[in-house]
């Protein structure tokens, strides 16, 4: 079934929109229209890159969408187009995105204020993620009963090794390097010298940014910022004091500190009441292909219920369903340019390989530019090799150029129970992946010379795709992980920005017109569906956290990132 590519605007309905617009601006000028001064937009939840798309069913049901960082841009883009409107007021709370989002975030703040608007950002929780965004604003307010809390970065992990070997069972994984440390959690009682020494230089590179993002919006040097956040927590009254937020102020009391008696309207009543701009669009489109989740053999899906692993948690990227989706926007001549855009940690080593296989082809037809999201790691990372240009957040997780393989031995397990378990095979190596043992001297030794081939054919792509020599190569690989920040400067990364600068690098490459709206797509394929008898069958939701689970532990090559950082 084809994937559905929805056509750019033509010249006709170009004009027909445009009529429209006209109509309704005209509206606008009649008397007594309730024009908005502000626009109140509330920034809340874990924000995704772009809107979710929505199985065909589905989308008729009442249902709670993530919000999205393409609908903030939208939102603040319409509103910077009208001349009645002074500003925003974003009032932020229990916002919930990694850093490399509220980068994305910042930076639509950021646009919106070029525009010569203003914007003020009311906080009542004031934690790291809300007072990071905030900052991009030209005012932060706070209630007086508010507390800073802004308390710092920090990675933790739990390590299961003791606890599982209590209950009879271990895993049994090869790694190519120490770094490489996805398997850590369940093969070791605590951190690695290594993997210590690579979360610092994450945790520095990341905690660098902030302060100095934080200081260039307040007119602050990074190493005050640091020092008053060291100070953390504290009233938001002397926060105010610290100069790190600007007004003790309650809701009810904006209309006051805005000025005047300005009219603050919601987004979803502000919206009817704004001036429409008119429109021209370019003859072709940018597709988007998205690459969420870890990235598994197969058909892409998404969970129906949550699993106990994060890298399972967000659904899967299978590889059929992204290579058809390729071969389809390769063949469609409406589509001029390609941004994939990867959020995931990685996964299995196939799959990523079939997907970067389908980049380097299609590349010499139209121009494949990836924007990586919160995390682009391993698997993550090997799909995005071959394409044209590579745009990331300084704060995204990228890297991990590195495989893993193994199993979870359960034999000690059935020990415990008292369980007799015998076999009757042939072939020698014909038990090798059974949980049952571990593996013997003859097949780790078979295991790591598989392991590294596979690690030698990802550093070869990383070779050609990158254009880098395999002595740097391997320095920067063995598994360790880079911020963006980082990852530019060791050449893994072409340019740092949002996902605007992707579709901009992918525009030019097209050579599209830069006088004409270029039309962002959503290429997709359909999904495995997640309605009845699905989430009515207790056994099929069983079985769907088996075959999700046993992805990870059933003897195949992983090229795959653990963990993530967390914002205090």
């Avoid at 509103?79 to 009645?84: G, L």
């Avoid at 690695?192 to 200081?215: A, C, H, K, Y």
């Avoid at 920067?476 to 963006?484: D, S």
């Amino acid at each position: 079934m084809p994937a559905k590519i929805a056509p750019p605007q033509s010249r006709v309905s170009d004009v027909i929109a445009n009529a429209v617009r006209c109509v309704s601006n005209l509206r606008r000028e009649m008397p007594n229209q309730p024009l908005p001064d502000y626009v109140l937009l509330d920034i809340t939840g874990d924000f995704v890159e772009r809107e979710e798309l929505q199985p065909w069913p589905l989308r008729f049901l009442p249902q709670t969408r993530r919000p999205s960082v393409e609908g903030l841009r939208q939102a603040m883009e319409h509103i910077a187009e009208d001349p009645q409107v002074q500003g925003v007021v974003l009032r932020i709370h229990a916002i919930s995105s990694a850093l490399a989002t509220l980068q994305s975030l910042r930076q639509i703040i950021i646009r919106f204020r070029d525009s010569g608007k203003r914007v003020v950002a009311y906080l009542e929780d004031i934690d790291l993620r809300s007072y990071y965004l905030a900052t991009a604003a030209d005012n932060i307010l706070a209630p007086e009963s508010a507390t800073f809390l802004v308390l710092g970065l920090a990675v933790q992990s739990v390590f299961l090794k003791d606890a599982l070997g209590r209950i009879g069972i271990k895993g049994d994984f090869l790694a190519v390097s120490p770094y490489k440390s996805a398997a850590d959690q369940i093969t070791r009682s605590d951190m690695s010298p290594e993997v210590r020494d690579q979360f610092n230089w994450l945790l520095d590179s990341n905690w660098q940014t902030i302060l100095s993002d934080i200081g260039d919006s307040r007119g602050l040097t990074p190493d005050v910022v640091s020092d008053l956040l060291d100070r953390s927590p504290m009233s938001a009254s002397k926060a105010v004091d610290t100069g790190l937020i600007d007004h003790i102020l309650y809701e009810d009391d904006l209309g006051d500190f805005l000025g005047g008696e300005p009219r603050v309207m919601p987004w979803s009543e502000a919206v009817n009441h704004l001036y429409q701009p008119y429109t021209w669009h370019a003859d072709k489109a940018i597709g988007v292909i998205s690459v969420e989740g870890a990235i598994t053999p197969g058909e892409s899906r998404r969970n129906p219920f949550p699993l106990p692993m994060p890298i399972v948690q967000d659904g899967r990227a299978g590889a059929e369903t992204v290579v058809r989706i390729f071969r389809q926007a390769e063949k469609n001549d409406r589509v001029a340019a390609i941004v994939m855009l990867v959020n995931s940690p990685g996964g299995d080593v196939v799959a990523s390989d079939l997907i970067a296989r389908e980049v380097q082809r299609v590349r010499a037809k139209k121009p494949v530019v990836v924007y990586m999201g919160d995390v682009a790691a391993s698997g993550g990372y090997y799909v995005s090799t071959h394409a044209d240009r590579i745009v990331a957040q300084p704060a995204t997780i990228t890297g991990s150029i590195g495989v893993i393989m193994g199993k979870l031995v359960t034999g000690g397990l059935f020990d415990r129970l008292h369980a007799n378990v015998e076999t009757v095979k042939r072939g020698a190596t014909a038990t090798m992946l059974s949980s049952d043992e571990p593996f013997t001297d003859t097949e780790r030794e078979r295991l790591h010379d598989i392991l590294m081939d596979t690690y030698a054919l990802f550093k070869r792509q990383v070779v050609e795709g990158r254009g880098l020599s395999p002595d740097r190569v391997e320095e920067m690989a063995q598994g360790k992980v880079w911020t963006g920040q980082q990852a530019q400067e060791l050449g893994l990364v072409d340019d740092l920005g949002d996902f605007e600068v992707a579709v901009k690098k992918a525009a030019q490459l097209a050579g599209l017109p830069e006088d004409r709206k270029v039309s962002v797509v959503a290429l997709s394929a359909p999904r495995t569906p997640i309605l009845p008898p699905r989430l009515a069958d207790p056994k099929a939701w069983l079985q769907e956290a088996r075959e999700s689970l046993g992805l990870f532990f059933n003897g195949r090559v992983l090229a795959l990132l653990p963990y993530d950082i967390q914002l205090k």
